[in-house]
């Protein structure tokens, strides 16, 4: 009964192949993101999506394209990778509005990409 | 653009011991939601406190507590009797309130080392 579930937790691939990172939340919440962790720790928002609709795209690659099939899933599709994507990507679940009861985010497990 | 800062790269604790993590935030607006995550070597983020800006009473949960001074804009984490397994990077984070803010905001984090 896991909140967030991210697949897989460890990626490893060549450069210039595509992936694909799946994520789905048990929450019933209406916005999600996925965030990058890079190897100094620092956690900065990619994506946002509320109810199925991208609200935020912080100036990412668009090698780097998510899909929101339902308001419970987020995946997130990466073209043509490169060295300097390796990273942890992580996918996250909020409500929408943040003045009901659970204000904060709720994490997956995080995907640890390693491109070669 | 709201900005969370984490001054301390790396602290240390004596097991036991009372620690106190700093992070400070800029931002407009007079309603918002501050949070600490803790993210231990697993990578899983973990939700540690949070607290509402309209509140004027300190978050407490167990041993951990904050210390919200708004006109200061200052948000601190104490962790008192600490234990080896609070050892972790801990994050702040921002979040707004308003519909149109679809993200947390986080700072660099903190190591936080325990010593037996």
């Known amino acids: 009964d896991t909140a967030v579930s991210q697949t897989p937790k460890y990626l490893v691939t060549q450069m210039g192949n595509d992936k694909s990172i799946k994520c789905e939340q048990n929450l019933g919440h209406d916005t999600m993101y996925w965030y990058k962790q890079d190897s100094k720790k620092f956690l900065k928002i990619m994506f946002s999506y509320n109810n199925k609709e991208l609200i935020i795209n912080e100036t990412v690659p668009n090698r780097f394209s998510p899909k929101s099939p339902d308001k419970a899933h987020l995946n997130l599709h990466i073209n043509s990778l490169e060295l300097g994507d390796s990273a942890v990507y992580f996918c996250?679940?909020?409500?929408?509005?943040?003045?009901?009861?659970?204000?904060?985010?709720?994490f997956g497990q995080g995907t640890r990409l390693t491109v070669v | 653009a709201q900005t969370v800062t984490q001054s301390q790269p790396e602290m240390s604790v004596q097991e036991a011991e009372t620690v106190t993590l700093s992070c400070t935030y800029d931002t407009s607006e007079s309603d918002y939601y501050l949070f600490w995550y803790k993210q231990p070597p697993s990578r899983q983020m973990i939700l540690v406190i949070r607290?509402?800006?309209?509140?004027?009473q300190n978050a407490t949960e167990n041993r951990f507590s904050v210390n919200f001074q708004k006109a200061a804009k200052s948000f601190s984490l104490k962790i008192s009797d600490s234990q080896l397994g609070d050892a972790a990077m801990y994050f702040c984070?921002?979040?707004?309130?308003?519909?149109?803010?679809?993200?947390?905001?986080f700072g660099t984090g903190t190591r936080l080392k325990v010593l037996a």
């Open positions: 984070a921002y979040r707004s309130p308003t519909s149109g803010t679809y993200k947390y905001i």
């Open positions: 607290q509402e800006a309209y509140k004027q």
């Open positions: 996250a679940s909020s409500p929408f509005w943040a003045r009901e009861k659970n204000t904060e985010a709720f």
